[in-house]
């Protein structure tokens, strides 16, 4: 089966499947040709959904006002936003399409106020200001750019100076309490629509103005716990900015120290472990939300803390941990709302937050953790027919909206994760052998999977099957092992390591440059290769999910 899945990936053509439907659709499917990236499978619907959305992808790739295309958020919303278009969105799209997220991310510099202030979103009408609407640090989506691509030191040094004072703007104007936290004058700040967050207040900052809040609120502003982690990832990575552009990084590491500090004194409640707003009257805001995945995603605390938050809130099934996770409000909260026909963070599992939680379980090394994620969704995504907003936490089904750029990518992204070839940082690739799981009704999602990647002229290729996980460079067998493990290596293709990637041992013979070695690896265990031998380096066990 592994030839004949082989043989299928090198028969595809990009062309088969996207037909060009605007006059810059030919210029970005050549870019995309030349990532080398294809995918196969056999059995289920998961390959045409695959290529499905690539087709709807270049949609919502298009000019503005006469630019070169930039990223924009699809459906219904007609632009390209901050909190998502501009960071997270464009963060995938990078992997595969470069240009447009490096011109997406130059596009909010472009347009930076002089006063500091980002856009919080970009449309044929012109940059918009009448809120900041933070959620994934602009500043990490834009070093993981700068590192997967060659280290192009003169969009660094733009990005860097706008994110500076943009850090200025918000010191100066979303501080007025003196905490040191991040405030939000309303919901648009978080776009959380519709979530209890924000219940009796207001949508949008005092007279449209970002820096203005409400006077007459009973409650604002907000300590926000996820702006203020928000800020507080940022100056980290301004602080490797800094030095990479040869400035010191010291004063950014102290900023950020700051915030952190600022975040668990106002807005951590160490009995609930939670995060939560703080208002006017010094109450905290009690609604468990998603807020906490986005405090995850921005490297907050250690592992040890994660772990804590998996155990009692992510993983657990009266929280977040619906049967498609994950939740945007905890599903014990009497004010939760399940249903996703609307555009709502009352309850529904939304695509944004999808995309965003591979880096919370990842930076804590919680690879196994975060399959049991990748599974459910990729069943729902691969049955799509319209790659929606947000999905039922209960069955599955796409709810508000269509064409959403968010939920296209989440497929792409999920796919390299779980049986895919992912660059990761300057100098890793990651060579994943697991298999979708019949989740929904014993209904076949992929039997055997293929991926290939072109990385540094050498072309890979990955076969998965239920036994085996093969490993081709340029067209000759690089390594192979049992299914369920995840190689590590450089960009050349050398082996570094091994994950184990399943909830159980996996064990069996590893073949790498003709010579064969025995394995036995557990779930999230990294074992480094050297010299012809592997020797586990980190071995944290497994948080497996909770019903209470």
């Excluded at 390209?80 to 595969?96: D, K, P, Q, V």
Aim: with cysteine.
């Amino acid at each position: 089966m592994t030839e004949s899945m082989l043989k299928k990936l090198r028969r595809i053509s990009i062309h088969d499947h996207v037909q060009p439907g605007k006059p810059e659709d030919p210029k970005l499917i050549q870019e995309w040709q030349a990532t080398g990236v294809r995918f196969a499978a056999s059995g289920g619907r998961l390959e045409a959904t695959y290529y499905a959305a690539l087709e709807k992808l270049l949609t919502c790739i298009v000019p503005l006002n006469g630019s070169e295309p930039i990223l924009q958020e699809g459906g219904i919303y007609l632009g390209c936003w901050l909190e998502s278009t501009g960071t997270i969105n464009a963060e995938l799209l990078s992997r595969l399409i470069p240009s447009v997220s490096e011109t997406t991310y130059l596009a909010f510099a472009r347009h930076q106020r002089e006063d500091g202030l980002l856009p919080y979103k970009l449309t044929e009408n012109g940059p918009s200001f009448r809120q900041i609407q933070l959620v994934t640090p602009l500043a990490r989506s834009v070093w993981n750019h700068y590192q997967l691509h060659g280290k192009n030191r003169s969009f660094l040094k733009t990005m860097y100076k706008a994110m500076v004072q943009y850090d200025e703007w918000i010191s100066t104007y979303r501080n007025t309490r003196g905490t040191g936290c991040v405030e939000a004058f309303s919901t648009f700040d978080t776009g959380h629509d519709l979530s209890p967050r924000f219940w009796h207040v207001p949508d949008t900052p005092y007279m449209n103005d970002a820096a203005s809040c409400h006077p007459d609120s009973p409650v604002l502003p907000f300590l926000a716990p996820d702006l203020t982690a928000n800020i507080y990832c940022q100056r980290m990575y301004l602080s490797r900015m800094a030095e990479e552009l040869g400035e010191p990084g010291g004063e950014w590491q102290a900023k950020a120290e700051a915030s952190l500090e600022s975040l668990f004194r106002y807005c951590y409640d160490e009995e609930e472990l939670f995060y939560y707003d703080r208002d006017l009257n010094d109450e905290l805001v009690r609604v468990q939300s998603d807020v906490l995945l986005r405090v995850m995603a921005c490297e907050v605390g250690d592992r040890e803390l994660f772990d804590n938050m998996l155990r009692r809130y992510l993983l657990n099934t009266s929280k977040f941990f619906a049967r498609y996770p994950f939740t945007s409000i905890s599903m014990d909260d009497p004010r939760f709302d399940p249903f996703s026909s609307y555009n709502s963070w009352g309850g529904a599992s939304n695509f944004l937050s999808l995309i965003r939680a591979p880096h919370a379980f990842e930076y804590h090394h919680r690879y196994v953790e975060l399959t049991w994620v990748l599974q459910p969704i990729l069943s729902s995504l691969s049955k799509a027919k319209r790659f929606a907003q947000a999905l039922s936490p209960w069955i599955g089904e796409e709810g508000f909206t269509e064409t959403y750029s968010p939920s296209i990518l989440c497929l792409l992204d999920y796919v390299e994760r779980l049986c895919g070839i992912i660059p990761i940082g300057a100098d890793q690739l990651w060579f994943t052998g697991l298999l979708p799981v019949d989740m929904d009704h014993g209904e076949e999602v992929a039997s055997h999977t293929a991926y290939s990647r072109t990385v540094n002229g050498l072309h890979f290729e990955l076969v998965n099957t239920p036994e085996r996980v093969t490993v081709y460079q340029d067209g000759s067998i690089l390594m192979e092992g049992p299914a369920g493990i995840r190689f590590i290596t450089d960009r050349s293709g050398q082996l570094e390591g091994l994950i184990g990637m399943s909830a159980h041992p996996i064990e069996g013979e590893l073949t790498y440059l003709g010579e064969t070695l025995p394995i036995r690896i557990k779930g999230n265990e990294l074992q480094r290769y050297t010299e012809g031998s592997l020797e586990t380096e980190r071995d944290i066990g497994i948080i497996y999910p909770s019903y209470r």
